[in-house]
């Protein structure tokens, strides 16, 4: 059974940067698309990032436009982790992060529903 456990979360000023960890068991990272979502109080989950190979050593990666620029994705085989790097942060970025398992030929990597294995979640908070 694959289980996801993210880390990283605080509380930050606006401007400020954070990198969300989530390490990977019962599975390998390279085996599965790797996302983020989040969810801001009083509204749905939505789709933040996601990375996954694409061919020998490259990878693929999406943003969601909010977050473009601002956001990278990387992944340590070695330590079985994708990390979500987040810098400039604003207050709209506060959320609960989720990170998110789906096998690697998923078509629709934005789409929740997708994705069989979650985390439990870390809260990143940004002041203004």
């Known amino acids: 059974q694959v289980q996801l456990v993210e880390s990283g979360g605080g509380l930050v000023q606006a401007g400020d940067s954070l990198r969300l960890s989530c390490v990977v068991s019962?599975?390998?990272?390279?085996?599965?698309?790797m996302a983020w979502f989040r969810q801001a109080p009083g509204k749905e989950r939505e789709f933040v990032a996601v990375i996954r190979k694409s061919g020998g050593a490259l990878n693929y990666v999406d943003f969601t436009a909010d977050v473009k620029g601002r956001f990278s994705l990387s992944r340590d085989s070695a330590k079985n982790t994708v990390y979500l790097q987040m810098t400039s942060l604003k207050s709209e970025d506060t959320a609960v992060y989720y990170c998110?398992?789906?096998?690697?030929?998923?078509?629709?990597?934005?789409?929740?529903?997708?994705?069989?294995?979650w985390g439990q979640g870390t809260q990143v908070t940004v002041s203004s």
């Open positions: 998110a398992a789906t096998p690697a030929g998923t078509v629709r990597l934005r789409a929740s529903d997708g994705y069989h294995y």
């Open positions: 019962g599975g390998s990272v390279g085996d599965y698309a």
